[in-house]
Each structure stands twice: as structure tokens, then as C-alpha cells.
């Protein structure tokens, strides 16, 4: 969040980064943001480009590779003890994970939003350039390896139906749509995982807000390529 070096994920804010020259003599930082960040707003940068988002609310469903590969690891082990009814053994988090859900685990501030949280509200406001945006968010672990999956509400400033927005998405880099309706198949954070792709699906107008000014949607992003390495290897590739 330091003002002075760039947060980037390379098909949102590239020009954030127009500035850092390789060869300049200098050193110079470039930030990744947040997982949970990346993956919201590669499916939501085309949306809000087009229609200019004016609030969003993310709930996120998010995998154990986020808390590293011991936390992986604890969840196979857990896992396997829960199957064999024995009391699972609980290092990284601690509680069950295993067959459960709950909280994420990063530190509550003293607003009860955790840090993660706070990092969506914060790292949207600086990607997008745009201090009004308002955002908030619930984080939530879930027993799976590692892929995210995102609930993401809109509110928009001009109206955007759901096929125009599906169309957008579907023109965008980076994303791929999954969406089919008649055979009940969205994005799954399984499908996702190992690929650079994000995917979204079930686009549809939110019900509660009048005209075309609400969508919904669903997001999944494998946590570990866009959500960490493979955004932090194309800003890489955009200095060369
Ligand atoms: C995202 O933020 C949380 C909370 O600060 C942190 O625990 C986690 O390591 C971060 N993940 C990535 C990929 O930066």
C-alpha cells in the first residue's frame, strides 16, 4: 500500500507500472496484489470499465494453498484422520478444517473486518485509481487444495444488462466464461486449478436493485498462478 510503489495485475493497471524502466540504474518495487484481489477484479475490471462500478460486496470461498503448502498438507492429514475417526491434528489453523468452513485466519483489525478483507476494500480503491468505490467483504477458508472461488455483487453508476456483461467477459483477457444455465454448470474452484484462466459464471441481473444497474456473479481463480506466481511473472515479462 506504500504510495510510492505500483500494485499491478497486468490486464487491469498496467499503466501503473508505465514508469519502471529496466536498465534505469535504479531499483525499484512492484507490488502483486492480494489473491483474493486478483482474481475479483480480473473478472470485474471489464464490467467496471464499461458500466464504472460504484459498490461491490465479495464473499470469497478460498482454498488452503492460500496459507501455504504445510496448510495443504494439514487438510489432506486432517482429512484422512476425520475419515478414520480419529481427532484431526490442528498445526497451522486452529480448528478443523476438514469437512468445515470458517473465517479466514488472517487477524481481525479493530473495525472486525480481518485482513484480508481490508485488503480488498484498500487494493481495489489503489488498482483501480478510485477512492469513492465502495467495497466490503467476508473470508472465508474452505477445504479446498487450491483455487478460490468468488460471490461478487455490483452495483453499477450506468446500466449493464447480463448479456452485454457476458459478452464483455467473454472478450476478456484472461477470463473465460462458464455460464451454462440449462445444464447447471458454473466455474468450480477444481475446474480451475493448474490453469491461468480465471473463470466466471452464473451472470445474472440482481433482483434486489432496480433496471440494469445490479449483477451478480461467480468467480473462481487458481490461487497459486493468477492469484500469486503466474500474475507476478507477467509483470515480469512486461519490463522485458
Ligand atoms: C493475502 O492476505 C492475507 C492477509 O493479510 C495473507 O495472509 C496472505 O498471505 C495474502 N496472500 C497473498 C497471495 O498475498
Redesign the pocket.
Known sequence: MDENVPLVIPEVNPEAMAHVKLGSGKGALIA?P???TIICLMAVTPLHRRAKVKRMVVSTYQAAS??GAAAMEELVQQTREVLEGKEPTCNIFNQQYAFNLFSHN?PIQLNGYN??EM?LVKETRKIWNDKDVKVTATCIRVPVMRAHAESVNLQFENPLDENTARDILKNAPGIVVVDDRASNRFPTPLEVSNKDDVAVGRVRRDVSQDGDYGLDIFVCGD?IRK??ALNAVQIAEMLL
Do not use: L
Open positions: 502483486n492480494n489473491c483474493s492460500g496459507a488472517a485482513e484480508e485488503k490461487q492469484g500469486a
